[in-house]
Protein backbone atom coordinates (compact mmCIF):
# COMPACT_ATOMS: atom_id res chain seq x y z
CA UNK A 1 0.00 0.00 0.00
CA UNK A 2 1.32 3.26 -0.87
CA UNK A 3 1.01 6.08 1.52
CA UNK A 4 0.61 9.68 0.89
CA UNK A 5 0.19 12.22 3.02
CA UNK A 6 -0.76 15.58 2.30
CA UNK A 7 -2.96 16.16 -0.92
CA UNK A 8 -0.24 18.02 -2.93
CA UNK A 9 1.93 14.71 -2.97
CA UNK A 10 -0.44 12.92 -5.00
CA UNK A 11 0.41 13.33 -8.13
CA UNK A 12 0.69 9.97 -10.13
CA UNK A 13 -1.92 9.49 -12.98
CA UNK A 14 -3.80 6.64 -10.81
CA UNK A 15 -6.16 4.52 -13.13
CA UNK A 16 -9.86 3.77 -12.84
CA UNK A 17 -9.69 5.40 -9.08
CA UNK A 18 -12.29 3.71 -6.99
CA UNK A 19 -12.21 6.37 -4.24
CA UNK A 20 -13.45 5.64 -0.86
CA UNK A 21 -14.32 8.22 1.58
CA UNK A 22 -14.60 8.72 5.22
CA UNK A 23 -12.88 9.46 8.35
CA UNK A 24 -12.61 5.59 9.18
CA UNK A 25 -12.47 5.81 12.79
CA UNK A 26 -11.89 2.11 14.10
CA UNK A 27 -12.28 0.49 10.61
CA UNK A 28 -15.57 -1.02 12.08
CA UNK A 29 -17.43 -3.86 10.02
CA UNK A 30 -19.39 -1.12 8.27
CA UNK A 31 -15.96 1.01 7.04
CA UNK A 32 -15.15 -2.40 6.09
CA UNK A 33 -17.58 -3.17 4.09
CA UNK A 34 -17.59 0.32 2.22
CA UNK A 35 -13.26 -0.32 1.24
CA UNK A 36 -14.09 -3.98 0.31
CA UNK A 37 -16.38 -2.58 -2.23
CA UNK A 38 -13.75 0.06 -3.39
CA UNK A 39 -11.09 -2.89 -3.44
CA UNK A 40 -13.57 -4.66 -5.33
CA UNK A 41 -14.58 -1.98 -7.57
CA UNK A 42 -10.50 -1.72 -8.97
CA UNK A 43 -10.24 -5.28 -9.02
CA UNK A 44 -13.09 -5.53 -11.77
CA UNK A 45 -12.11 -2.43 -13.59
CA UNK A 46 -8.11 -3.07 -13.70
CA UNK A 47 -8.06 0.15 -11.51
CA UNK A 48 -6.37 1.47 -8.09
CA UNK A 49 -8.27 0.85 -4.67
CA UNK A 50 -7.86 4.40 -3.01
CA UNK A 51 -8.70 5.26 0.85
CA UNK A 52 -9.04 9.16 1.27
CA UNK A 53 -8.49 9.94 5.52
CA UNK A 54 -7.61 13.42 7.41
CA UNK A 55 -4.36 13.62 9.97
CA UNK A 56 -6.46 15.24 12.18
CA UNK A 57 -9.83 13.63 12.66
CA UNK A 58 -12.28 16.67 11.67
CA UNK A 59 -14.37 16.52 15.00
CA UNK A 60 -11.60 17.31 16.99
CA UNK A 61 -10.41 19.91 14.47
CA UNK A 62 -13.80 21.40 14.13
CA UNK A 63 -14.33 21.26 18.47
CA UNK A 64 -10.95 22.06 18.74
CA UNK A 65 -10.68 19.29 21.55
CA UNK A 66 -8.17 17.87 23.79
CA UNK A 67 -9.72 14.90 24.62
CA UNK A 68 -8.93 11.45 23.86
CA UNK A 69 -11.13 10.47 20.74
CA UNK A 70 -9.80 8.03 18.31
CA UNK A 71 -10.08 4.39 17.74
CA UNK A 72 -6.53 4.10 16.06
CA UNK A 73 -3.80 5.69 15.94
CA UNK A 74 -1.96 6.14 12.18
CA UNK A 75 -0.39 2.98 12.59
CA UNK A 76 -2.76 0.97 13.09
CA UNK A 77 -5.12 2.32 10.64
CA UNK A 78 -2.82 1.70 8.18
CA UNK A 79 -1.85 -1.79 9.51
CA UNK A 80 -5.79 -2.09 9.36
CA UNK A 81 -5.93 -0.71 5.31
CA UNK A 82 -3.28 -2.76 4.47
CA UNK A 83 -5.27 -5.77 5.43
CA UNK A 84 -7.98 -4.87 3.58
CA UNK A 85 -5.93 -4.42 0.24
CA UNK A 86 -5.92 -0.70 -0.22
CA UNK A 87 -3.48 -0.05 -2.88
CA UNK A 88 -3.40 3.81 -1.99
CA UNK A 89 -3.95 5.53 1.51
CA UNK A 90 -4.34 9.35 1.08
CA UNK A 91 -4.00 11.55 4.42
CA UNK A 92 -4.98 15.00 3.60
CA UNK A 93 -4.52 18.02 6.48
CA UNK A 94 -7.51 19.02 7.51
CA UNK A 95 -6.73 22.88 7.03
CA UNK A 96 -8.64 25.43 7.35
CA UNK A 97 -8.95 25.92 3.77
CA UNK A 98 -10.07 22.80 3.37
CA UNK A 99 -12.71 23.34 5.81
CA UNK A 100 -14.07 26.06 3.55
CA UNK A 101 -14.44 24.10 0.99
CA UNK A 102 -18.33 24.12 -0.28
CA UNK A 103 -19.79 20.25 -0.77
CA UNK A 104 -19.66 21.44 -4.80
CA UNK A 105 -15.86 22.58 -4.52
CA UNK A 106 -15.17 19.60 -2.18
CA UNK A 107 -16.32 17.44 -5.24
CA UNK A 108 -14.87 19.70 -8.24
CA UNK A 109 -11.24 20.33 -6.78
CA UNK A 110 -10.42 17.65 -4.43
CA UNK A 111 -12.67 14.42 -5.69
CA UNK A 112 -12.49 15.24 -9.46
CA UNK A 113 -9.49 17.04 -10.33
CA UNK A 114 -6.73 16.29 -7.90
CA UNK A 115 -7.84 12.28 -7.19
CA UNK A 116 -9.36 12.13 -10.64
CA UNK A 117 -11.86 9.54 -8.96
CA UNK A 118 -14.16 7.49 -11.48
CA UNK A 119 -15.86 5.40 -8.63
CA UNK A 120 -16.84 6.87 -5.36
CA UNK A 121 -18.26 4.86 -2.37
CA UNK A 122 -19.14 6.47 0.76
CA UNK A 123 -21.42 5.34 3.98
CA UNK A 124 -25.25 6.04 4.25
CA UNK A 125 -24.88 9.18 6.77
CA UNK A 126 -21.59 10.59 5.00
CA UNK A 127 -21.20 14.68 5.24
CA UNK A 128 -19.01 16.50 3.25
CA UNK A 129 -17.83 20.03 2.63
CA UNK A 130 -17.78 23.37 4.88
CA UNK A 131 -20.32 22.87 7.42
CA UNK A 132 -20.58 19.67 6.26
CA UNK A 133 -23.50 20.63 4.38
CA UNK A 134 -22.91 18.00 1.75
CA UNK A 135 -24.95 14.84 2.01
CA UNK A 136 -24.90 11.47 0.85
CA UNK A 137 -27.73 11.96 -1.48
CA UNK A 138 -26.13 15.44 -2.49
CA UNK A 139 -22.98 13.68 -3.63
CA UNK A 140 -24.04 11.73 -6.15
CA UNK A 141 -26.03 14.31 -8.13
CA UNK A 142 -22.78 16.26 -7.92
CA UNK A 143 -20.17 13.31 -8.69
CA UNK A 144 -22.64 12.99 -11.76
CA UNK A 145 -21.85 16.47 -13.24
CA UNK A 146 -18.45 15.02 -13.43
CA UNK A 147 -19.44 11.55 -14.84
CA UNK A 148 -18.17 10.05 -11.46
CA UNK A 149 -20.35 7.21 -10.36
CA UNK A 150 -21.28 6.82 -6.53
CA UNK A 151 -21.81 3.97 -4.62
CA UNK A 152 -23.80 4.60 -1.30
CA UNK A 153 -23.40 1.86 1.30
CA UNK A 154 -26.39 1.29 3.58
CA UNK A 155 -25.64 0.85 7.28
CA UNK A 156 -24.26 -2.44 8.51
CA UNK A 157 -26.07 -3.63 11.90
CA UNK A 158 -25.68 -6.22 14.68
CA UNK A 159 -28.66 -7.19 16.36
CA UNK A 160 -30.74 -4.48 15.08
CA UNK A 161 -28.19 -1.75 16.42
CA UNK A 162 -26.33 0.39 13.32
CA UNK A 163 -22.49 0.26 14.17
CA UNK A 164 -20.70 3.42 14.44
CA UNK A 165 -17.29 4.65 15.91
CA UNK A 166 -19.38 6.65 18.51
CA UNK A 167 -21.02 3.46 19.94
CA UNK A 168 -17.54 1.33 19.55
CA UNK A 169 -15.66 4.50 21.35
CA UNK A 170 -18.65 3.87 24.32
CA UNK A 171 -17.95 0.74 24.90
CA UNK A 172 -14.14 0.83 24.85
CA UNK A 173 -14.77 3.47 27.77
CA UNK A 174 -16.41 1.31 29.75
CA UNK A 175 -13.99 -1.55 29.00
CA UNK A 176 -16.67 -3.58 27.52
CA UNK A 177 -13.97 -5.02 25.01
CA UNK A 178 -15.76 -8.47 24.25
CA UNK A 179 -18.36 -6.17 22.69
CA UNK A 180 -16.04 -3.67 21.53
CA UNK A 181 -14.49 -6.53 18.93
CA UNK A 182 -17.77 -8.05 17.90
CA UNK A 183 -18.84 -4.64 16.56
CA UNK A 184 -15.29 -3.60 15.18
CA UNK A 185 -15.01 -7.33 13.54
CA UNK A 186 -11.77 -7.20 15.54
CA UNK A 187 -10.12 -7.03 19.35
CA UNK A 188 -9.36 -3.52 19.93
CA UNK A 189 -5.99 -2.98 18.65
CA UNK A 190 -2.85 -1.17 21.12
CA UNK A 191 -0.01 -0.52 18.66
CA UNK A 192 3.18 1.33 19.29
CA UNK A 193 6.65 1.11 20.61
CA UNK A 194 8.39 -0.47 23.36
CA UNK A 195 10.06 2.17 25.81
CA UNK A 196 11.38 1.97 29.26
CA UNK A 197 10.09 1.62 32.19
CA UNK A 198 11.15 1.83 35.89
CA UNK A 199 12.61 -1.59 35.59
CA UNK A 200 11.01 -3.18 38.69
CA UNK A 201 8.82 -5.95 36.70
CA UNK A 202 11.91 -7.97 35.86
CA UNK A 203 12.93 -8.06 39.59
CA UNK A 204 9.72 -8.97 41.17
CA UNK A 205 9.18 -12.15 37.67
CA UNK A 206 7.28 -10.38 35.46
CA UNK A 207 9.03 -8.68 33.30
CA UNK A 208 6.09 -5.91 31.83
CA UNK A 209 6.84 -4.04 27.85
CA UNK A 210 6.11 -0.46 28.71
CA UNK A 211 4.00 0.93 25.28
CA UNK A 212 4.66 4.30 24.24
CA UNK A 213 0.99 6.18 24.59
CA UNK A 214 -1.02 8.10 21.69
CA UNK A 215 -3.67 10.65 21.78
CA UNK A 216 -6.26 7.79 21.56
CA UNK A 217 -9.48 6.36 23.31
CA UNK A 218 -7.26 3.69 25.86
CA UNK A 219 -9.56 1.20 28.34
CA UNK A 220 -10.26 2.04 31.50
CA UNK A 221 -7.31 1.71 34.00
CA UNK A 222 -7.27 -2.42 34.57
CA UNK A 223 -5.53 -5.65 33.40
CA UNK A 224 -6.84 -7.20 30.63
CA UNK A 225 -6.45 -10.91 28.97
CA UNK A 226 -4.76 -10.33 25.19
CA UNK A 227 -2.47 -11.53 22.80
CA UNK A 228 0.23 -9.55 21.46
CA UNK A 229 2.85 -10.25 18.15
CA UNK A 230 6.35 -9.00 18.13
CA UNK A 231 8.10 -6.93 15.42
CA UNK A 232 10.37 -9.70 13.78
CA UNK A 233 8.82 -12.24 16.00
CA UNK A 234 5.96 -14.74 14.22
CA UNK A 235 4.29 -16.20 16.97
CA UNK A 236 1.22 -14.98 18.37
CA UNK A 237 1.70 -14.60 22.27
CA UNK A 238 -0.46 -14.67 25.41
CA UNK A 239 -0.35 -11.95 27.89
CA UNK A 240 -1.66 -9.89 30.53
CA UNK A 241 -2.20 -5.94 29.91
CA UNK A 242 -1.81 -3.64 32.74
CA UNK A 243 -3.12 0.04 31.77
CA UNK A 244 -3.03 2.62 34.94
CA UNK A 245 -1.27 4.27 37.64
CA UNK A 246 0.68 1.29 39.00
CA UNK A 247 0.03 2.40 42.61
CA UNK A 248 1.19 -0.18 44.50
CA UNK A 249 5.01 1.40 43.60
CA UNK A 250 4.32 4.81 42.98
CA UNK A 251 3.56 7.62 45.40
CA UNK A 252 2.80 10.36 43.34
CA UNK A 253 -0.02 8.11 40.68
CA UNK A 254 -0.83 12.00 39.17
CA UNK A 255 1.99 11.79 37.32
CA UNK A 256 2.22 8.17 36.41
CA UNK A 257 0.31 6.58 33.33
CA UNK A 258 1.28 3.52 32.11
CA UNK A 259 0.27 0.80 29.49
CA UNK A 260 2.30 -2.58 29.72
CA UNK A 261 2.24 -6.41 29.14
CA UNK A 262 3.75 -9.15 30.60
CA UNK A 263 4.22 -11.50 27.70
CA UNK A 264 3.40 -14.87 28.65
CA UNK A 265 6.59 -17.66 27.88
CA UNK A 266 8.42 -15.09 26.11
CA UNK A 267 11.96 -13.89 27.48
CA UNK A 268 13.48 -11.58 24.78
CA UNK A 269 14.75 -7.66 24.86
CA UNK A 270 12.53 -5.96 22.44
CA UNK A 271 13.12 -2.27 23.68
CA UNK A 272 12.68 0.01 20.55
CA UNK A 273 10.42 -2.42 18.80
CA UNK A 274 6.94 -2.05 17.96
CA UNK A 275 3.94 -4.31 19.29
CA UNK A 276 1.00 -5.04 18.86
CA UNK A 277 -1.56 -5.47 21.59
CA UNK A 278 -5.10 -7.11 20.91
CA UNK A 279 -7.13 -6.45 24.10
CA UNK A 280 -9.92 -9.56 24.31
CA UNK A 281 -11.09 -9.17 28.06
CA UNK A 282 -11.24 -6.85 31.02
CA UNK A 283 -10.05 -8.71 34.39
CA UNK A 284 -9.74 -6.78 37.04
CA UNK A 285 -9.14 -3.22 38.32
CA UNK A 286 -5.73 -1.98 39.34
CA UNK A 287 -5.24 -2.06 42.87
CA UNK A 288 -3.03 -0.24 45.59
CA UNK A 289 -1.17 -3.24 47.28
CA UNK A 290 0.52 -2.66 50.60
CA UNK A 291 3.00 -5.06 49.59
CA UNK A 292 5.13 -6.16 46.94
CA UNK A 293 4.21 -9.79 47.91
CA UNK A 294 0.72 -8.86 47.64
CA UNK A 295 1.33 -7.61 44.23
CA UNK A 296 3.09 -10.38 42.90
CA UNK A 297 0.34 -13.16 44.38
CA UNK A 298 -2.40 -11.22 42.54
CA UNK A 299 -0.32 -11.49 38.98
CA UNK A 300 0.24 -14.85 39.44
CA UNK A 301 -3.78 -15.44 40.10
CA UNK A 302 -4.29 -12.98 37.22
CA UNK A 303 -2.27 -15.22 34.77
CA UNK A 304 -3.75 -18.46 36.30
CA UNK A 305 -7.24 -16.82 35.68
CA UNK A 306 -6.27 -16.15 31.47
CA UNK A 307 -4.73 -19.00 31.10
CA UNK A 308 -7.68 -20.64 33.01
CA UNK A 309 -9.99 -18.83 30.77
CA UNK A 310 -7.86 -19.78 27.63
CA UNK A 311 -8.43 -23.20 28.17
CA UNK A 312 -12.37 -23.23 28.21
CA UNK A 313 -12.45 -21.52 25.45
CA UNK A 314 -10.24 -24.05 23.07
CA UNK A 315 -12.21 -26.81 23.99
CA UNK A 316 -15.58 -24.99 23.20
C1 LIG B 1 -0.94 -8.78 35.24
C2 LIG B 1 -0.52 -7.52 35.93
C3 LIG B 1 -1.29 -6.99 36.95
C4 LIG B 1 -0.91 -5.84 37.62
N1 LIG B 1 -1.70 -5.34 38.61
C5 LIG B 1 -1.31 -4.25 39.30
C6 LIG B 1 -2.12 -3.73 40.36
O1 LIG B 1 -3.22 -4.20 40.65
N2 LIG B 1 -1.65 -2.66 41.05
C7 LIG B 1 -0.46 -2.07 40.75
O2 LIG B 1 -0.07 -1.13 41.43
N3 LIG B 1 0.30 -2.51 39.72
C8 LIG B 1 -0.09 -3.58 39.00
N4 LIG B 1 0.69 -4.06 37.98
C9 LIG B 1 1.81 -3.23 37.51
C10 LIG B 1 3.10 -3.44 38.24
O3 LIG B 1 3.14 -2.56 39.32
C11 LIG B 1 4.20 -3.08 37.23
O4 LIG B 1 4.15 -3.98 36.17
C12 LIG B 1 5.54 -3.11 37.88
O5 LIG B 1 5.64 -2.06 38.77
C13 LIG B 1 6.65 -3.03 36.86
O6 LIG B 1 6.75 -1.79 36.24
P1 LIG B 1 7.98 -1.45 35.24
O7 LIG B 1 7.68 -2.06 33.89
O8 LIG B 1 7.98 0.06 35.15
O9 LIG B 1 9.21 -1.99 35.83
C14 LIG B 1 0.30 -5.19 37.27
C15 LIG B 1 1.09 -5.73 36.24
C16 LIG B 1 0.70 -6.86 35.58
C17 LIG B 1 1.55 -7.41 34.46
N1 LIG C 1 7.83 -11.94 29.10
C1 LIG C 1 8.13 -10.65 28.90
N2 LIG C 1 7.15 -9.73 28.81
C2 LIG C 1 7.45 -8.45 28.63
N3 LIG C 1 8.70 -7.98 28.46
C3 LIG C 1 9.72 -8.85 28.52
C4 LIG C 1 9.48 -10.22 28.75
N4 LIG C 1 10.67 -10.86 28.78
C5 LIG C 1 11.61 -9.95 28.59
N5 LIG C 1 11.07 -8.72 28.43
C6 LIG C 1 11.88 -7.50 28.25
O1 LIG C 1 11.92 -6.87 29.53
C7 LIG C 1 11.45 -5.51 29.48
C8 LIG C 1 10.58 -5.26 30.68
O2 LIG C 1 11.24 -5.45 31.89
P1 LIG C 1 10.99 -4.49 33.10
O3 LIG C 1 11.86 -4.87 34.24
O4 LIG C 1 9.51 -4.41 33.36
O5 LIG C 1 11.57 -3.14 32.51
P2 LIG C 1 10.85 -1.76 32.12
O6 LIG C 1 10.51 -1.15 33.41
O7 LIG C 1 11.90 -1.02 31.34
O8 LIG C 1 9.65 -2.11 31.30
C9 LIG C 1 10.66 -5.43 28.19
O9 LIG C 1 10.70 -4.16 27.61
C10 LIG C 1 11.35 -6.45 27.30
O10 LIG C 1 12.40 -5.85 26.61
Avoid at 31 to 48: M, P, Q, R, W
Avoid at 188 to 209: C, D, N, S, W
Wanted: hydrophobic share 35%; with cysteine.
Amino acid sequence: MEIIIGLENYKKDYKNVCLALGTFDGIHKGHKKLIKSSVECAKKNNGTAVVMTFSEHPKKVFHNENRRILINNEKEKIHLLKKIGVDVLVIAHFTEEFKKLTPYEFVSEIIYTKLKAKHLFAGFNYTFGAKRAGKAEDLIQMAKDFNIKTTIIKPVTIDNTIISSTLIRELIEKGEMELAEKYLGYPFLIMGEVIHGKKIGRKIGFPTANIKTYNKIYPPNGIYGVEVIVEGDNNIYDGLLNIGHNPTVNENIENEYHIEVHILNFDKEIYGKEIMVKVKKYLREEKKFDTMEELIEAIKNDIIIWENHLKVKENE
